[in-house]
Nanobody, 115 residues
Framework: QVQLVESGGGLVQPGGSLRLSCAASGSIFSISTMGWYRQAPRKLRELVARITSGGSTVSADSVKGRFTISRDNAKNTVYLQMNSLKPAATAVYYC?????????WGRGTQVTVSS
């Protein structure tokens, strides 16, 4: 059973940066596709960014140029570097793991962008 633990969320001022981390256990991490989703209050959950086992990435248009997803297979960890944060980025951020048609979700970490 895959377990995902997110960390790195918190309160940051507009224009600031945060780096989220997601550590995976119980998985064949190197062949999995990892992703970050977010859900803001009263909104649907949406894809932020995704990275395949080969390192190919997809990002939402709203975060391109400011957010970067990366992975460290040696540490079974995926990262989301978030720069130039805007209040609209306030949400709970969830890590996902997809492998062999099975998808797992972390519990989420809160990101709040506010002055």
């Amino acid at each position: 059973q895959v377990q995902l633990v997110e960390s790195g969320g918190g309160l940051v001022q507009p224009g600031g940066s945060l780096r989220l981390s997601c550590a995976a256990s119980g998985s064949i991490f190197s062949i999995s596709t990892m992703g970050w989703y977010r859900q803001a209050p009263r909104k649907l959950r949406e894809l932020v960014a995704r990275i395949t086992s080969g390192g190919s990435t997809v990002s939402a248009d709203s975060v391109k140029g400011r957010f970067t997803i990366s992975r460290d297979n040696a540490k079974n960890t995926v990262y989301l570097q978030m720069n130039s944060l805007k209040p609209a980025a306030t949400a709970v951020y969830y890590c996902t793991h997809a492998c062999l048609a099975s998808v797992s979700w972390g519990r989420g970490t809160q990101v709040t962008v506010s002055s």
